[in-house]
């Protein structure tokens, strides 16, 4: 609740907070000033500024993450009143509005904690580099202008490129489980990369990575690698894992037709599958 102190109003912030990866989580309550049009990322920089929690402890700061400030690149993701979101679009006044007058911030559930609201993302990552999200060059010389696309394949696939890999289809999804694969004692970065990334392929590998495929499948020069991406979206962890829960396109900040790409991506592994049957 926003309280009064000297005429100024403040409010309260609860944060879990956690001290390294493995470590256990704890609720860390702080009282921040108001200001207008105030978000959630100048209550960090606030709390960072001032870092004693409500009853007067000095604690470090809290450690989040954020680049562009504007919904952009999605590295500011975290769980903002029980609900998934980017910090930097998420406004105070509103947010008090939601929740009888506190914030709670929490980090993703479905990523490794690194610490505080720093989690490790390399499992949504490594999604995308099993779906092969990429259009292939032969260099990065000028090799003039591209294939032409219809003026209908560019609205179809605009949508789709305003992806920024925030998490938030991820956290929402129950398909996608917590994946949390500890270093032994020893390990190369080399070889722990391996034995992570085979695991994470075992598992499902979300809305964002088959909406990626579905793009540059759609692609005139990226459509070369299309059979590669649909036995990848047929292998384990690919689209038969979704249980068409539509939690990804509920969540999406740029409205992303994440349903509708599973759906293509859905008849496409089909019709790839008739096609080598009868290529037999």
């Known amino acids: 609740m926003i309280s009064s102190d000297s005429g100024s109003k403040y409010f309260e912030v609860r944060v879990l907070r956690q001290d390294k990866p493995g470590g256990a989580s704890y609720w ?90 720093c989690v490790d993302r390399a499992r949504m990552f490594r999604g995308l580099e099993k779906a092969k999200a990429w259009v292939p060059v032969d260099g990065y010389y000028d090799m003039g202008p591209g294939p032409a696309q219809s003026r209908a394949a560019q609205e179809t696939a605009y949508p789709l490129s305003q992806c920024m890999s925030c998490g938030c289809c991820l956290e929402a999804c129950p398909q996608y489980t917590q994946i949390d694969i500890p270093r032994q004692e020893g390990e190369s970065d080399e070889d722990y990369n391996t034995r992570r990334n085979a695991e994470y392929d075992k598992n499902f590998m979300g809305a964002q990575a088959i909406s990626q495929a579905v793009l540059f499948n759609s692609h005139p020069t990226g459509g070369m690698l299309s059979d590669e991406r649909i036995e990848a979206m047929k292998a384990p962890g690919g689209i038969a894992v979704c249980g068409n829960a539509q939690n990804c396109v509920a969540v999406c900040p740029k409205e992303i037709p994440l349903t509708t790409s599973i759906a293509k991506a859905g008849r496409a592994a089909t019709a790839h599958t008739f096609k080598k049957w009868f290529d037999k």
Request: glycine content about 4%.
């Open 28 to 117: 860390e309550r702080h009282r921040v000033a108001h200001e207008p049009d105030m978000n959630v990322i100048s209550v960090l920089q606030r709390i960072a500024a001032n870092p004693t929690t409500i009853d007067g402890r000095e604690v470090t700061p809290v450690a989040w993450n954020c680049n562009c400030l504007e919904e952009v690149c999605g590295s500011c993701t975290m769980v903002i009143n029980g609900k998934v979101r980017q910090a930097c679009s998420a406004l105070v006044d509103n947010l008090l509005d939601d929740k009888a007058g506190e914030i709670e911030l929490e980090p993703m559930s479905k990523f490794p904690v690194l610490r505080d609201l």
